[in-house]
């Protein structure tokens, strides 16, 4: 079946730093949706970012990511990490029908002044 | 603020008591996933309805676990039996449309269940 792997699953990064997210996908569908949920602590999850269009860089809130179908991958950059980018980020899967969203494990980002 | 309002934010319960946590989805959305979330860890899919019907669950969620939504704004998620694993925090999302594709989840702040 489908499945999204996240493999850092705390990442400790110093202000100002760049901040680099991986997120790589299994799925035998060839047009997939690919997302990002950031969860801020006492919030509810919501989307920072999709695509499902093959090596177009998406870019939100200072963050973006590239889908690259060759590589399966979709991985979360920043130029500049902030304090307030502290927070735990979902990587996340989806077909065009028939399935629910399949969610990595997530990551941790914590930023330290 | 969150569009979609679960309820209760905290929910405390003994081993073998039955739980139960209310989602009241954003308006206009007609697709209602259940997650679960242990630890900070993956988000767990558990359920999902389309237009108030059930169309896909987990084996966990047929054996022990009652879901239904019995309007278009208000569902539940119940546990039978509480055991010291469901003690998670439960996410409940809606979509525009359906689930898949590039409906983006909204979700709700969670129901924090705690099995003693």
């Known amino acids: 079946g489908d499945s999204v792997t996240q493999t850092e699953g705390l990442v400790t990064l110093t202000e100002g730093l760049p901040v680099m997210l991986n997120c790589t996908y299994q799925?035998?569908?060839?047009?997939?949706?690919l997302f990002w949920y950031v969860h801020y602590l006492n919030e509810s999850p919501r989307l920072l970012l999709k695509?499902?269009?093959?090596?177009k860089r998406t870019e939100h809130q200072g963050f973006h990511a590239t889908l690259h179908k060759s590589s399966s991958s979709f991985h979360l950059q920043k130029s500049s990490a902030q304090l307030s980018d502290s927070a735990l980020y979902y990587c996340a899967l989806s077909r065009n029908s028939g399935t629910y969203q399949r969610f990595g494990t997530g990551t941790k980002l914590q930023v330290v002044p | 603020d969150a569009a979609v309002t679960q309820k209760p934010r905290y929910l405390i319960k003994m081993k073998g008591q039955e739980a139960e946590m209310k989602c009241i989805p954003e308006?206009?959305?007609?697709?209602v996933f259940w997650y679960q979330q242990k630890q900070s860890k993956e988000l767990k899919f558990l359920i999902y309805?389309?237009?108030?019907?059930?169309?896909?669950q987990i084996d966990m969620v047929k054996e022990r676990f009652s879901a239904v939504c019995p309007s278009s704004s208000l569902c539940s998620l119940g546990i039978r039996t509480c055991e010291a694993e469901d003690s998670a925090l439960y996410l409940c999302?809606?979509?525009?449309?359906?689930?898949?594709?590039?409906?983006?989840?909204?979700f709700g702040a969670g129901t924090r269940l705690s099995v003693l």
């Open positions: 695509s499902s269009t093959d090596n």
């Open positions: 799925t035998i569908y060839s047009n997939p949706f």
């Open positions: 309805f389309q237009n108030q019907q059930p169309l896909d």
């Open positions: 999302s809606s979509s525009q449309k359906g689930q898949g594709g590039q409906n983006t989840l909204y």
């Open positions: 308006k206009g959305h007609t697709a």
